[in-house]
């Protein structure tokens, strides 16, 4: 297990040093999107290994660090880009608000998602240290694979919707600049 997890941090440190030459070449949202799409898929396909498939675990827990390291940088920088375009539209600085109310939404969410996890995985009669039956066994694949790829879906959802594009994004930038040397 420590292996299986050590693989796909060292993978993740590599995709996020990709992702911004990505980004470069597509814009922020598209590789947030194709990565958050990826990483579903790659969380879905869980569910259909079998116990003994020890390797195809590895290669698909590889794909889904790697698909998913090149979001990690992306919040943080669309956060930017969502306090600036806060500032270019309203003409208010904001950033520490909005980076204060998405962190707090972040890890109220990493919160909830933890109990969520337990609250289903009990609906599934998990029971602790005991040996599971065959219904626990299918809510803890569901509760690894299925589900948390849901999650990714929604989340691909709600990036659809978002609106700050590259150009816009460098409009922003230059806008605010000559706005901020007027001071």
Known sequence: FSLFNMIGTALSLIGIVLSKRLTILFSKKSVFLVGLILTALFTALFFFLP????????????????????????????????????EWKTRRRTTGFIFAGIVFALKAGL????????????????????AQDGHALFGIRMTASVYPALTFLIGVAALSRYGISKKLSLQIQDELAERRKNF
């Open 111 to 130: 919160g909830f998602g933890g109990a969520i996890c337990g609250w289903l995985l009990s609906l599934y009669g998990y029971v602790p240290n005991a």
């Open 51 to 86: 116990r003994t498939a020890v390797g195809s675990a590895f290669i698909l827990n590889i794909l889904k660090s790697l698909a998913y390291s090149f979001t990690i940088p992306l919040l943080w920088a669309m956060m930017g880009d969502v306090a600036d375009y806060a």
